[in-house]
């Protein structure tokens, strides 16, 4: 039996296995939607101002006003965690997944067929992607039959419905074998991964794509860029990084909402030690503080 996910669409609380929107959503028939995905630690919403305004800029982006306000969402968010624990019993952390159509409406590409946004909410225990049995780390594949799309085109900064092209990238790496896949853009430098951003370390400094590169701007890496990396004493840097360059670092982890920061083990031929003592264990560390202090000062987050 499938784990239980409790949704709630538009206000109304229901078991996520149970439809809940009209076959003609445009999310559903053309990815014209946007997301956003919270996690909680010491059972707090972690970053929950900074996933709203990246919300914020992707509805923007896409012309898609949601009504929806950052105190109803909260409010919505504790309403459907509440009735998760009620159903499950689990008191550990979990997942939170917002998603938002422009709505229905009658078929077509014209925005203004769609009728009214619609949201759901999703709630699970949180689930932490592990590498594969006997690896300390995860092991990363280079896409070589798609590329990251342009930001002039549909811009990976937008964190919309339309997860295709990622998708698509990680399909090959998993054929290979590999946990996740590492995405270059049309000019051949390294991006990110499907659903993570990426960092290196070389000599001590931490080394990540620049956002013109094509990425997601993503909460975990604006918060080491902006806060955590010097909180741990470490100088960063944003570089153009390519596939040729994989054999002069000394490090490689991930870094997302769920996962935070995790450890890579290799990318292809490329092998990265993953010690205890590593410069990306010092930021972990770093990151949990940091963490476990925002608990402590947003209590009105606690779910």
């Not at 998708?167 to 853009?185: F, H, Q, S, T």
Request: proline residues 4%.
């Amino acid at each position: 039996m499938s784990e239980f996910i409790q949704a709630n669409t538009n206000g109304r609380l229901h078991d996520a296995a149970e439809p809940s929107i009209s076959p003609l959503n445009r999310g559903f028939l053309y990815g014209d939607a946007i997301y956003e995905v919270w996690r909680t630690y010491h059972g707090v919403i972690f970053g929950f101002e900074e996933h709203w305004l990246r919300l914020e800029r992707s509805a923007r982006a896409l012309h898609l006003a949601h009504g929806l306000t950052r105190e109803n969402l909260a409010v919505e968010i504790k309403r459907t965690v509440s009735a998760w624990r009620a159903r499950t019993g689990d008191t550990g952390e979990i997942y939170v997944r917002l998603q938002v159509t422009r709505g229905a409406g009658a078929i077509g590409l014209d925005t203004t067929l769609a009728d009214a946004p619609t949201w759901v909410l999703l709630v699970q225990r949180l689930k932490i992607g592990a590498p594969k049995a006997g690896r300390a780390g995860l092991h990363l594949s280079v896409a070589t039959s798609l590329h990251r799309n342009a930001p002039d085109t549909l811009n990976p900064a937008w964190k919309t419905g339309n997860y295709l092209n990622n998708l698509l990238c990680l399909r090959e790496a998993k054929a290979r074998g590999a946990d996740e896949v590492v995405i270059l853009n049309q000019d051949g430098a390294i991006t990110e991964a499907a659903v993570c951003n990426i960092f290196f370390v070389r000599r001590g400094v931490l080394i990540t794509p620049p956002l013109g590169a094509g990425i997601l701007e993503g909460i975990t890496r604006e918060l080491i860029v902006r806060d955590i990396a010097a909180r741990a004493g470490l100088e960063l840097r944003e570089e153009t990084i390519r596939p040729e360059d994989l054999a002069g670092f000394d490090e490689c982890f991930l870094t997302s909402s769920t996962r935070d920061i995790g450890p890579v083990e290799a990318i292809d031929a490329h092998r990265y030690p993953v010690r205890p003592d590593s410069v990306s264990a010092r930021l972990k560390s770093a990151f949990a503080a940091y963490a476990e202090e925002y608990a402590a000062r947003h209590p009105h987050l606690r779910v």
